[in-house]
């Protein structure tokens, strides 16, 4: 059973930082690609950074430069390190994975950026 849970989130002033994990069992992190995304209430969930099987990482925009995923194969974990915070950045981030054509989400951790 593919299981996925994030933590680490929190509330942090603008241009601080957080980092947040999403703990994997189920699936290999060195096998299966890897997202995170984030929601605001009321809007479409949002692609954020995605970390490839072979290690390739692609990043949104407006969080390229800021904003690093990586992964721990021992761990079976990836992470995402958020730099210089800023108000926009306030949602829910969740982690999602596919394995065998599906879809599989966490159930998000809220992160909050004040100004």
């Known amino acids: 059973q593919v299981q996925l849970v994030e933590s680490g989130g929190g509330l942090v002033q603008a241009g601080g930082s957080l980092t947040l994990s999403c703990v994997a069992s189920?699936?290999?992190?060195?096998?299966?690609?890897i997202a995170w995304y984030r929601q605001v209430s009321g809007k479409q969930r949002e692609l954020v950074a995605s970390?490839?099987?072979?290690?390739?990482?692609n990043y949104v925009a407006s969080v390229k430069g800021r904003f690093t995923i990586s992964r721990d194969n021992a761990k079976n974990t990836v992470y995402l390190q958020m730099q210089s915070l800023k108000p926009e950045d306030t949602a829910v981030y969740y982690c999602?994975?596919?394995?065998?054509?599906?879809?599989?989400w966490g159930q998000g951790t809220q992160v909050t950026v004040a100004s």
């Open positions: 970390i490839s099987s072979g290690g390739g990482t």
């Open positions: 189920g699936i290999t992190t060195s096998i299966n690609p």
């Open positions: 999602k994975t596919l394995r065998n054509f599906k879809n599989y």
